[in-house]
């Protein structure tokens, strides 16, 4: 099988992935605080885990990671009805995943699929038992807001979702495609606190009886780590703008404090990103010597016992 197809069928898989994430946070936000809840997101981090060792396997492949998403199901059901449609999903991504496996003779993608599926069926096992135990407790859903959010408080919420999940997308392919082990591992961290911020801002809105819409605008992609870390800065100061002019609207004490931490985490990663800036352009300009470097220079030999610079390739992870 050409490495084109293998390609595509683990970008088709990265999809699933984010699907199942993005439904999994869903519920376990419309569930609020609990065990269930806990359980559902810890399943969710696990998805993400998929979702980056796929990524990892296609970018080896010299292929792009697909951060888009088949539809999730974000329709309103009974708690235990929403464990079942889970309990489906995970059946799909196990059929897909072995098909997958059939179709793949590269040993490493299969034994990487065969890991992934074993933590599906698990998965399974847990939405199936979250199911009946949520079934048995009379599907009893959290006290929502009966008046819901006031359309200004359900707009500044709606706003911090599709932000955080924008950057969630955003600093995770940034974070596939690093051309350094910090700026990979930095850029992790930050998607998984923007989506502790998207889980934060969620909350509330289900608290307040509304469903967070889950939308994100388009991410900034690219290959080149210097033109990414600058759109992650200005998208880190036009955020914290924003929560900052917000703020002072809510009425809400909590949600003043959420969003002030909130915003307060937004400050940090710009700075974190200033650094880490500085750091990929001395990288950019070792990589790449003046284009009007002396002739001799060149040619001339590394200096006795220093090491020749390795070609650009080998700095790639
Ligand atoms: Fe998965
Ligand atoms: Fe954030
Ligand atoms: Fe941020």
């Known amino acids: 099988m050409d490495t084109q197809k293998v390609i595509e069928m683990l970008r088709a898989d990265m999809r699933g992935e984010q699907q ?50 088949e539809p999730p199901d974000l329709s309103a059901a009974a708690p235990s009805a929403q464990m079942l449609k889970n309990v489906d999903l995970e059946q799909q991504a196990i059929d897909q995943y072995r098909a997958h496996m059939e179709a793949i003779e590269d040993e490493g993608i299969r034994r990487l699929l065969a890991r992934i599926v074993h933590d599906e069926v698990s998965h399974q096992k847990e939405f199936q038992g979250y199911a009946e135990d949520l079934a048995d407790e009379g599907d009893a859903a959290p006290e929502g807001g009966a008046g819901g959010a006031n359309p200004r408080l359900a707009q500044i919420l709606n706003y911090g979702v599709r932000h955080e999940y924008t950057v969630v997308l955003q600093y995770l392919y940034h974070s596939f495609v690093a051309d350094d082990c910090e700026l990979r591992e930095e850029m992790q961290n930050a998607a998984i606190n923007e989506m502790q911020h ?20 388009d991410p900034f992609f690219s290959r080149d780590a210097v033109a990414n870390l600058e759109a992650d800065i200005a998208i880190e100061e036009e955020v914290t703008r924003a929560y900052s002019s917000q703020i002072p609207q809510v009425q809400e004490e909590d949600i003043r404090e959420i969003l002030s931490r909130v915003r307060d985490h937004e400050i940090y990663h710009a700075d974190l990103f200033r650094d880490l800036l500085a750091e990929a352009r001395e990288r950019q300009a070792e990589a790449e010597p003046p284009a009007e470097a002396p002739e001799e220079s060149q040619e001339s030999e590394p200096p006795d016992g220093a090491p020749a610079v390795p070609p650009i390739g080998s700095l790639i992870k």
């Not at 998207?198 to 809105?205: H, I, K, Q, R, V």
């Not at 307040?208 to 994100?216: C, T």
């Open 20 to 69: 199942a994430i993005i439904q999994y946070l869903a519920h376990a936000y419309a569930l609020g605080e609990g065990e269930v809840s806990g359980g559902i997101e810890a399943i969710a981090r696990e998805e993400m885990r998929h979702l980056d060792w796929l990524a990892d396997a296609i970018v080896e492949l010299g292929g792009d990671p697909d951060m888009g998403r």
């Open 198 to 217: 998207m889980g934060w801002l969620a909350e509330e809105l289900q608290e307040k009886g509304q469903q967070p819409e889950f939308d994100h605008h």
